[in-house]
């Protein structure tokens, strides 16, 4: 086995799987204002940016060659409904058209988070009415708002619409309101495995979406089950997604691998926050070598059966290749 490992050369010649910025996808967290560059503290060198800060991210994602943004948003204020997130003059929204009026920022995929969790004042995905034991999260008056978040987003300029909140029903009811909006090219990248994670835990400083109360697991998924992923993944393309999206991804690569084997359509997979942060600690303290460390983490999802990966070393990482 070692004469084809002998060079580099050799090893790059009979290499099984591949890593290439355009595989890749930069989240960004847009934010209120202007100039506003604002760091996540517990993410070292990301960024809450105000819309024209994202055109200049986009510029730079861009020049790298990679394949796309995910949008987040952090707006002015929230309310019970998550009224937000389907307002043509909300943060994504906003962003969206300026990015689409950018020739740079143009050529990357746009792709529109889809969910209530950054606009509700309670952080839920969905509509909370109390019970008797304490609140539930309802799901078919959630479904419906994010219907109207995502026709709002398609039309404001997104590419493509990512639901993220794990509501039942919810990609028949988006692909519908998408439809009804005269948006029937825009696909859906549907995060159909996702599930409840500690991993989670930046991202909800980044996006300012805590849950006020309670936690997600009666709609995020159980991250004991791989069954129920494939069951998940199997409803939402049935329901019209186009793509869908994995995450977390290291501690799941296994269910990523599962998806692959089962299903045709193209795959993600979200390295979160979490996984981010835990690197970037250990960088810090000097613990990993950063460059490999990084590279490895994304090609072994590669490797699992990812087609293309969200993550926040996106850039760093199209810099190395
Ligand atoms: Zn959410």
Redesign the pocket.
């Known amino acids: 086995m070692r004469r084809l490992r002998r060079t580099e050369a050799l090893r790059n010649l009979v290499r099984e799987t591949r890593l290439e910025p355009g595989q890749l996808i930069y989240p960004l967290f847009v934010c209120p204002g202007e100039g506003v560059r604002r760091e996540i503290s517990s993410m070292p060198g990301v960024f809450n940016v105000s819309v024209d800060e994202a055109v200049k991210e986009a510029e730079e994602a861009a020049g790298l060659g990679l394949g796309g943004l995910l949008l987040f948003g952090l707006p002015e204020s929230k309310d019970e409904e998550g009224s937000g997130a389907a307002d043509p003059q909300g943060i994504v929204q906003t962003a969206l058209r300026a990015l689409k009026a950018n020739a740079a920022a143009k050529k990357l995929v746009l792709i529109a988070d889809v969910?209530?969790?950054e606009y509700t004042s309670h952080g839920h995905?969905g509509m909370v009415h109390e019970t008797a034991d304490g609140f539930e999260v309802e799901n078919d008056s959630s479904v419906e708002a994010l219907g109207r978040a995502a026709a709002s987003l398609a039309l404001a300029g997104a590419d493509v619409v990512a639901p993220?909140?794990m509501m039942d029903g919810r990609v028949a009811e988006i692909r519908r309101a998408l439809d009804d909006a005269g948006r029937e090219m825009v696909p859906i990248l549907s995060y159909a495995s996702k599930f409840a994670s500690a991993f989670y835990g930046p991202f909800r400083e980044a996006a300012d979406?805590a849950p006020q109360f309670g936690d997600r697991k009666t709609y995020q998924m159980d991250g004991a089950n791989v069954r129920e992923a494939l069951r998940e993944i199997e409803m939402d393309l049935t329901e019209g997604a186009d793509m869908i999206l994995m995450k977390p991804a290291m501690p799941y690569l296994d269910v990523v691998r599962a998806a692959r084997d089962r299903f045709e359509v193209p795959m993600g997979a979200y390295q979160v926050s979490g996984e981010y942060s835990m690197l970037k600690a250990a960088f810090a303290k000097g613990w990993l070598e950063e460059e490999r460390a990084m590279l490895e983490s994304l090609i072994g999802m590669r490797r699992a059966g990812a087609d293309f990966i969200v993550s926040y070393f996106a850039k760093d990482a199209a810099r190395v290749l």
């Open positions: 969910c209530l969790c995905c993220s909140d979406s």
